[in-house]
């Protein structure tokens, strides 16, 4: 049955629902709509026609709650045991360079990896600290429950090179979670990004023969006499086209992008489970031309024991953690550099904050801390198998070349080869500039 108009199930920040959009004929039936990869996709496109696009990729890893800096990637072995890492250390084939202990396999990689020791900003709150590591703007009433009011760092790219990649009709953004200030905002419907598990993937699977597929198109055109005077909201208008993305993506070998399936069964299984499969669909969609993925890996909002949400001491939950971002995140570097990636794809690791270098000895636990937070870059054609910025003795602060969120993100605009002027207009007319004080991190160009 060919849907025109939906139960709205959740409204999106442009007030539109994923059902009011056309449904592609009967394939609707059949579990294929594509309303999340392809609404409003009409209308996107390039800022400037004939502007030079890099095709670059950047897989934005996220690891959600906000990780110790000192169990991470600034130990500080040589600390008082009350001001160092409390799962140790371990050395890097970089001289010079450890890490957190439970990062064996990592550490065999630094020599790809730049890490930063100097990240800091304001915010204690997750989400307010969320809005501004991922949109670069500083937006407090976040900590209250308001929504996102700055697009997102992978929205500004998309909107940058086009919501799709014209050759391969690809989304330019994709995330395997749902991550709070990951939307465009205002910039546009056309700009959030294509969610693998909602209804996108196993939708772009149709159980359909191109007879079916061919006789549905057909089945759409019939609708060209519908008198589009019952469109109150515009919603139809340019639907020919929208109809044509569909079936175009549906036909194309787009789909092949998303089947980790394809990959050698070794391959997956070097990854593991979890974080290690979104990690290596992340690579298969860098390859296929998507610009910006995010990966979500949560957990790490390690406050100490408490048994009514089963968490334990910051050790024992780096114990939880630690090895499956050890294995996927070594498998990943190996992947990337096997394959002759590292100047085409950029891996950030990054989190909302990172923890107080001091531990809380009753809970065996470390609070919220945005004066330093872990940060580390990956490929990307940036200067690797070094630490960029220093912390402070206690990795309290930076002790010299502190950067902010916006410095990181200007990182990602050079490597994109987007403008640090770039500015866009917002729904009141003003011109709005994504990058207001950040510039590159020089030691990394």
């Not at 020599?111 to 590591?133: E, G, N």
Request: net charge neutral; aromatic share 8%; proline share 7%.
């Amino acid at each position: 049955m060919l849907t025109l108009w939906g139960t709205r199930r959740g409204v999106n920040s442009d007030g539109t629902s994923r059902r009011d959009f056309l449904q592609v004929g009967a394939l609707g039936a059949t579990g294929v709509a594509l309303p999340d990869l392809l609404r409003a996709r009409t209308v996107a496109a390039a800022e400037s026609p004939g502007k030079s696009i890099s095709q670059k990729s950047v897989i934005w890893l996220w690891l959600s709650g906000g990780p110790s800096q000192l169990e991470t990637f600034d130990p500080k072995p040589n600390n008082p045991v009350e001001f160092r890492s409390v799962v140790g250390s371990v050395a890097t084939n970089v001289p010079g360079i450890e890490i957190g202990g439970l990062f064996p396999q990592v550490a065999r990689h630094a020599d790809k990896l730049a890490i930063v020791r100097s990240l800091s900003h304001r915010q204690a709150d997750h989400a307010a600290a969320s809005h501004w590591m991922m949109t670069g703007h500083d937006y407090p009433p976040a900590a209250n429950g308001a929504a996102p009011i700055s697009p997102s760092l992978g929205s500004m790219q998309a909107r940058y090179r086009g919501a799709t990649n014209p050759k391969t009709g690809l989304p330019n953004y994709v995330t395997t979670d749902h991550l709070y200030a990951d939307k465009p905002v205002w910039l546009g419907a056309a700009y959030t990004p294509f969610h693998v598990r909602d209804e996108g993937v196993g939708n772009m699977f149709p159980r359909l023969t191109q007879d079916r597929l061919t006789d549905r198109r057909a089945l759409l055109q019939s609708f060209d006499t519908l008198d589009r005077r019952i469109d109150r909201n515009g919603m139809l208008a340019g639907m020919d086209s929208f109809e044509q993305q569909a079936f175009e993506l549906i036909r194309s070998r787009s789909p092949v992008a998303f089947d980790i399936n394809r990959e050698d069964p070794k391959l997956r299984d070097r990854y593991g489970v979890g974080l290690g499969q979104n990690l290596l669909l992340a690579r298969r969609l860098c390859e296929a031309g998507v610009g910006f993925i995010n990966v979500w890996y949560g957990g790490w909002d390690s406050h100490g024991t408490n048994p009514s949400v089963g968490h334990g001491t910051i050790e024992q939950e780096m114990h939880k953690l630690a090895p499956k971002f050890d294995r996927a995140v070594s498998a990943l570097l190996e992947d990337i550099a096997a394959r002759g990636l590292e100047d085409q794809v950029l891996v950030v690791i990054a989190a909302e904050f990172g923890r107080t270098p001091w531990l809380d000895a009753k809970s065996g636990g470390r609070d919220h801390w945005p004066q330093l937070c872990p940060l580390v870059f990956a490929g990307g054609g940036l200067k690797m198998g070094q630490v960029v910025g220093q912390s402070s003795a206690r990795a309290d602060v930076p002790k010299s070349s502190p950067y902010s969120p916006q410095d990181m993100m200007a990182t990602v605009f050079h490597v994109l080869d987007m403008p640090l002027d770039l500015s866009y207009t917002n729904p009141n007319g003003r011109p709005v500039s994504m990058l207001e004080q950040g510039r590159p991190i020089t030691e990394l160009i």
